[in-house]
C-alpha cells in the first residue's frame, strides 16, 4: 500500500512525459533521468496551474450537475453485509450523450478548443494527483466523523484506512452518491473526452486523422458506451459493492483512469501510424467483437439474477446452484450462482474479452515502442488480482456452496489453463 501511494503519482507523470516529450522511449526517459536524477524529474513535474485547475472544476461541475438533474429510472444495489441497499438515479447514458454532444459542440462553434486539454496535459494531470490526493483525505475524515451508512468502519491503522477507505457508500447530502461521481462521471467520462480530445488535436495538427486513431478512438468509445449502458449492473460490481471509497479506488478512477487508461491515444497524438483499410478494418471488427462479448457476458448474468433464474442461457434452461449466505446480522439469504453459458466456461471469463478489447484498441501503435502497451499490461494483472480477491470473498460467503460452483467450473479466468 506504501509503495502504490508514492510510486503511482510519480508515474503518472514520467508516463505522461515519455508519452508526449520523449516519443514514448521508455529509454529515452532513463537516459534523462540517469543524466539529471532527481532534480531532472522534479524539473519534469508541471506545476498545476490556475488554468488546469480551471478546466477541472468546471468539467467536474458539469458532471456533478448532470448526475443531479438529469432524469433517470431507480435502480436498487445489492444489499450490503450490514442490511442496507443503496439507491440510484440511472442516468448514465443520457450524462454521457450530452458530455460528448457538449464537448463536440463547443469545439465545433469554436467556443473551447480541446487542444488546450491537450497541450496542458502534464499540469492537468499533476493538478488532479494533488487535489485528489486531498479529496482522499476528506473521504478518510468523512469516514470518521459522518459516515453516510451503516457501511463503514476503522481498521485501526490510517494506511490501510486512508487506501481501502472507510465508507463503502459515501454520499454528499442523499442523493449524490460519491463513488458513481469518481467512478463513472469523472473517470469513465473522462476517459472518453480525452479519447476525442487526443483525436481533434491530431486533426488539428496534421489536417487529418490516421486510421489508427480512428481505429483506437472508436473501440474506447464503443467500450465507454456499453459502460453507460450497463452502468447499473456495475454497481453490482467489486468496485461498488466491495471496495470501500478510499486512495485505491477514487485516486484510482480520479487519477489513473484518465492518465493510464488513454495513454495508447495520448502516444498516437504525435506518432500517427497508417494501417491500410484492410488491416483497420480488421482490429476494429475483433476489437468491437471482444466488447460485445464482454457485454453480453454481463448482460446473461444480469438477466439470470433479475429473472431468479428463469431465463434461457444460450437457448436452454440454465444450470446453477442455489447458495445461502448468513449476513452481519444473522439474517440467511439467499443466491443463485450460474454455471452455464460464458459462466460455465470460467468464473471470470468477462475479463478475457476485456483485456483482448484493449489489446485491440493499443495495436493500432504497432510494437515501435513497449509503454503504449502498458494499460494492457496493467489490466490484466489488476483483473487477476480482482478476480482472485473475488474468489476469496465468495469463499468466505458462501462457504460448502462455493465449493461446490468451483467444482462445477473449475477454471477461474482462461478455460482450460487458469
Same mark, same amino acid.
Given at each position: 500500500?506504501i509503495s502504490?501511494?508514492?510510486?503511482c503519482?510519480p508515474?503518472?507523470?514520467?508516463?505522461?512525459?515519455?508519452?508526449?516529450l520523449?516519443?514514448g522511449?521508455?529509454?529515452q526517459t532513463?537516459?534523462?533521468?540517469?543524466?539529471?536524477?532527481?532534480?531532472?524529474?522534479?524539473l519534469?513535474?508541471?506545476?498545476?496551474?490556475a488554468t488546469a485547475?480551471?478546466?477541472?472544476?468546471?468539467?467536474?461541475?458539469?458532471?456533478?450537475?448532470?448526475?443531479?438533474l438529469?432524469?433517470?429510472n431507480?435502480?436498487y444495489?445489492?444489499?450490503?453485509?450490514t442490511?442496507?441497499?443503496?439507491?440510484y438515479?440511472a442516468n448514465g447514458?443520457?450524462?454521457? *450523450? +450530452?458530455?460528448?454532444?457538449?464537448?463536440?459542440?463547443?469545439?465545433?462553434?469554436?467556443?473551447?478548443d480541446?487542444? /488546450?486539454?491537450? !497541450? $496542458?496535459?502534464?499540469?492537468?494531470?499533476s493538478?488532479l494527483i494533488?487535489?485528489?490526493?486531498?479529496f482522499?483525505?476528506?473521504?478518510y475524515?468523512?469516514?470518521?466523523?459522518?459516515?453516510?451508512?451503516?457501511?463503514?468502519?476503522?481498521?485501526?491503522?490510517i494506511?490501510?484506512d486512508?487506501y481501502?477507505g472507510?465508507?463503502?457508500?459515501?454520499?454528499?447530502?442523499?442523493?449524490f452518491?460519491i463513488k458513481?461521481f469518481?467512478?463513472?462521471?469523472?473517470?469513465?467520462m473522462?476517459?472518453a473526452?480525452?479519447?476525442?480530445?487526443?483525436?481533434i488535436?491530431?486533426y488539428?495538427?496534421?489536417?487529418?486523422v490516421?486510421?489508427?486513431?480512428?481505429?483506437?478512438t472508436a473501440?474506447m *468509445? +464503443?467500450?465507454?458506451?456499453?459502460?453507460f449502458?450497463w452502468?447499473?449492473?456495475y454497481?453490482?460490481?467489486?468496485d /461498488?459493492?466491495? !471496495? $470501500?471509497?478510499g486512495?485505491?479506488?477514487?485516486?484510482?478512477?480520479?487519477v489513473w483512469?484518465?492518465?493510464?487508461?488513454t495513454?495508447?491515444g495520448m502516444?498516437l497524438?504525435?506518432?500517427?501510424v497508417?494501417?491500410?483499410t484492410?488491416?483497420?478494418?480488421?482490429?476494429?471488427v475483433?476489437?468491437?467483437?471482444?466488447?460485445?462479448?464482454?457485454?453480453d457476458?454481463?448482460?446473461?448474468?444480469?438477466?439470470f439474477?433479475?429473472?431468479?433464474?428463469k431465463?434461457?442461457?444460450?437457448?436452454?434452461?440454465?444450470?446453477?446452484?442455489?447458495a445461502s449466505?448468513?449476513?452481519?446480522?444473522g439474517?440467511?439469504?439467499?443466491?443463485l450462482l450460474?454455471?452455464?453459458?460464458?459462466?460455465? *466456461?470460467?468464473?471470470?471469463f468477462?475479463?478475457?474479452?476485456?483485456?483482448?478489447?484493449a489489446?485491440?484498441?493499443?495495436?493500432?501503435?504497432?510494437?515501435?515502442?513497449?509503454l503504449?502497451?502498458?494499460?494492457?499490461?496493467?489490466?490484466?494483472?489488476?483483473?487477476?488480482d480482482?478476480?482472485?480477491r473475488d474468489?476469496?470473498?465468495?469463499?468466505?460467503?458462501?462457504?460448502?456452496?462455493?465449493?461446490?460452483?468451483?467444482d462445477?467450473v473449475?477454471?477461474?479466468?482462461?478455460p482450460?489453463?487458469?
Amino acid at each position: 500500500m506504501i509503495s502504490l501511494l508514492t510510486l503511482c503519482p510519480p508515474f503518472v507523470i514520467l508516463l505522461w512525459y515519455t508519452m508526449t516529450l520523449a516519443h514514448g522511449s521508455l529509454l529515452q526517459t532513463f537516459d534523462y533521468l540517469s543524466q539529471n536524477g532527481l532534480q531532472g524529474f522534479l524539473l519534469i513535474w508541471p506545476k498545476p496551474t490556475a488554468t488546469a485547475c480551471k478546466i477541472i472544476a468546471i468539467y467536474a461541475a458539469f458532471e456533478a450537475a448532470l448526475q443531479l438533474l438529469l432524469p433517470g429510472n431507480t435502480v436498487y444495489g445489492p444489499i450490503s453485509p450490514t442490511g442496507h441497499r443503496p439507491v440510484y438515479k440511472a442516468n448514465g447514458v443520457a450524462a454521457y *450523450l +450530452v458530455t460528448l454532444v457538449t464537448y463536440i459542440a463547443l469545439w465545433w462553434f469554436e467556443i473551447f478548443d480541446p487542444t /488546450i486539454v491537450y !497541450d $496542458r496535459l502534464g499540469e492537468i494531470f499533476s493538478a488532479l494527483i494533488f487535489g485528489s490526493f486531498v479529496f482522499c483525505v476528506f473521504l478518510y475524515i468523512k469516514g470518521h466523523l459522518a459516515p453516510s451508512s451503516t457501511d463503514s468502519g476503522s481498521s485501526g491503522n490510517i494506511i490501510i484506512d486512508f487506501y481501502w477507505g472507510m465508507e463503502l457508500y459515501p454520499r454528499i447530502g442523499k442523493y449524490f452518491d460519491i463513488k458513481v461521481f469518481t467512478n463513472c462521471r469523472f473517470g469513465m467520462m473522462s476517459w472518453a473526452v480525452l479519447a476525442l480530445t487526443y483525436c481533434i488535436k491530431q486533426y488539428e495538427e496534421n489536417g487529418k486523422v490516421a486510421d489508427s486513431m480512428l481505429v483506437n478512438t472508436a473501440l474506447m *468509445l +464503443v467500450y465507454i458506451t456499453k459502460f453507460f449502458w450497463w452502468e447499473a449492473g456495475y454497481w453490482n460490481t467489486m468496485d /461498488i459493492a466491495h !471496495d $470501500r471509497a478510499g486512495f485505491y479506488i477514487c485516486w484510482g478512477c480520479l487519477v489513473w483512469v484518465p492518465s493510464v487508461y488513454t495513454s495508447p491515444g495520448m502516444y498516437l497524438v504525435n506518432h500517427p501510424v497508417y494501417l491500410g483499410t484492410q488491416l483497420a478494418v480488421t482490429i476494429l471488427v475483433a476489437g468491437i467483437l471482444c466488447i460485445y462479448i464482454n457485454y453480453d457476458c454481463d448482460r446473461q448474468r444480469q438477466e439470470f439474477r433479475r429473472t431468479n433464474g428463469k431465463c434461457t442461457v444460450w437457448g436452454k434452461a440454465p444450470s446453477k446452484i442455489e447458495a445461502s449466505y448468513t449476513t452481519t446480522a444473522g439474517e440467511t439469504k439467499r443466491s443463485l450462482l450460474l454455471t452455464s453459458g460464458w459462466w460455465g *466456461l470460467s468464473r471470470h471469463f468477462h475479463y478475457v474479452p476485456e483485456i483482448l478489447a484493449a489489446f485491440f484498441w493499443t495495436v493500432p501503435a504497432l510494437f515501435n515502442h513497449f509503454l503504449p502497451y502498458f494499460y494492457v499490461i496493467f489490466l490484466t494483472i489488476l483483473l487477476f488480482d480482482r478476480a482472485k480477491r473475488d474468489d476469496d470473498r465468495c469463499r468466505s460467503k458462501y462457504g460448502k456452496f462455493w465449493k461446490l460452483y468451483c467444482d462445477k467450473v473449475p477454471y477461474r479466468i482462461i478455460p482450460g489453463m487458469y
